[in-house]
């Protein structure tokens, strides 16, 4: 376990964004030193304003794209740097496969001129439109290269590719850790992800859009159960041997979750279908066996629960209070 002192100093690339802002504070909160490196691309001022009150947390604005250099030495990096929203990250895909690759190449470098342990965030896309299920780290995917999801599945497949190299050569100490749907505060209201569409939809008194049938399933992780999960991938004393999922195994179908949010903020206007997008995968949940074996985690927080918090944290955001749900 990394000694929690003052001295030791932690990279946080993408530590702006949503999930990025509350891995920085749950570090900070460890007592350790932060360097947030963020382009503010897709991240805000907003998630990390109160982390500047913390005097050991440090704001870099770069874009990991561009050669990284540090006036202090770093014992971790997390790299959380890449838009992950579909909208999001397919609406400069150049700049989101360069993220991922020149980027994780860039700071994969960094981690082993000093030495330090590198965790890399991927994510279930790299098992595509899957047809073993649930998702096993050892399942290889079903993946278009040519898609208009691809910037995104096949950056982060190739940033694996790199980080296992630079494991393999002995390079760095690396971690990789396969996402899979994580929401919760932080997340924008414009981020166009279905948690934040939805809850947002709602609160405006707008239909909630679904995309196709909404039988398509996600397995849907509470924020604060996802930092528990890379926290501990990143502290391991072994280094594990391949990828690590980390998610939530409840899965939901799209049109179950919009029935929740429904019960949740009366004020939805119902539901309207939008055609689905290209490549959408049609189920998607997590094996954690290896998870729970390797790191003794599991995640704590089912939507039940991380949903209504979430759309009190959205209800405030926005300004408005969160109507009482019917009796
Ligand atoms: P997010 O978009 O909220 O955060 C990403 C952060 O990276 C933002 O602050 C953004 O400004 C920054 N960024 C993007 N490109 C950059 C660049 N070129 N240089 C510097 N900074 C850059 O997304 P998130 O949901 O917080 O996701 C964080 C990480 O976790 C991403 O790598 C994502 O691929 C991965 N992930 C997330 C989920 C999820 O459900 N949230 C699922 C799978 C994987
Ligand atoms: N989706 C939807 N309505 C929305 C946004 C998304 O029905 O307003 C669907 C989307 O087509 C997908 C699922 O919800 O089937 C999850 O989408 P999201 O973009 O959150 O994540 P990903 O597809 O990357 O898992």
């Known amino acids: 376990m990394l000694k929690r002192t003052a ?55 770069q874009d990991v794209i561009e050669p990284i250099r540090l006036s202090e030495t770093v014992e971790r990096v997390y790299n959380l740097a890449s838009p992950a929203s579909p909208p999001q990250y397919q609406a400069d895909p150049v700049h989101t496969m360069m993220t991922n690759v020149v980027g994780t190449g860039n700071l994969l470098a960094l981690a082993e001129a000093h030495g330090a342990r590198f965790l890399q965030a991927s994510t279930s896309e790299v098992y595509g439109d899957p047809e073993v299920h649930p998702q096993p780290e050892d399942y290889r995917g079903n993946v278009s290269c040519t898609g208009s999801r691809a910037c995104y599945d096949e950056g982060k497949r190739a940033a694996e590719t790199l980080c296992f190299d630079y494991s393999r050569r002995g390079r760095a100490d690396v971690r990789v850790a396969r996402i899979f749907n994580t929401y919760g505060p932080h997340m924008r209201p414009d981020d166009g992800r279905i948690v934040s569409n939805l809850l947002v939809q709602a609160l405006r008194g707008e239909p909630l859009t679904v995309y196709g049938t909404g039988e398509q399933t996600r397995s849907f992780c509470y924020v604060s159960d996802l930092v528990a999960g890379l926290m501990a991938l990143m502290e391991a004393e072994e280094t594990p041997d391949g990828a690590v999922n980390l998610g939530n195994p409840g899965e939901f179908t799209i049109a179950e979750l919009a029935a929740l949010v429904q019960t949740l903020v009366p004020t939805a206007a119902g539901v309207v279908h939008r055609p689905l997008p290209e490549d959408d995968p049609r189920r998607r949940r997590p094996d954690i066996g290896r998870a729970k074996r390797l790191l003794g985690w599991e995640p704590q927080i089912p939507l039940s629960e991380g949903l209504p918090e979430t759309a009190a944290w ?11 749900p019917p009796v």
């Not at 959205?314 to 009482?324: E, I, K, T, V, Y």
């Open 7 to 61: 001295q030791n100093t932690i990279l946080v690339a993408g530590g702006a964004g949503f999930v990025g802002s509350h891995l920085c504070e749950a570090l900070l909160r460890q007592g350790h030193r932060v360097l947030c490196l963020d382009s503010f691309l897709t991240g805000s001022m907003e998630n990390v304003q109160a982390l500047c009150n913390f005097r050991e947390f440090r704001l870099i604005r």
């Open 314 to 324: 959205f209800a405030r955001h926005l300004g408005q209070s969160l109507p009482p």
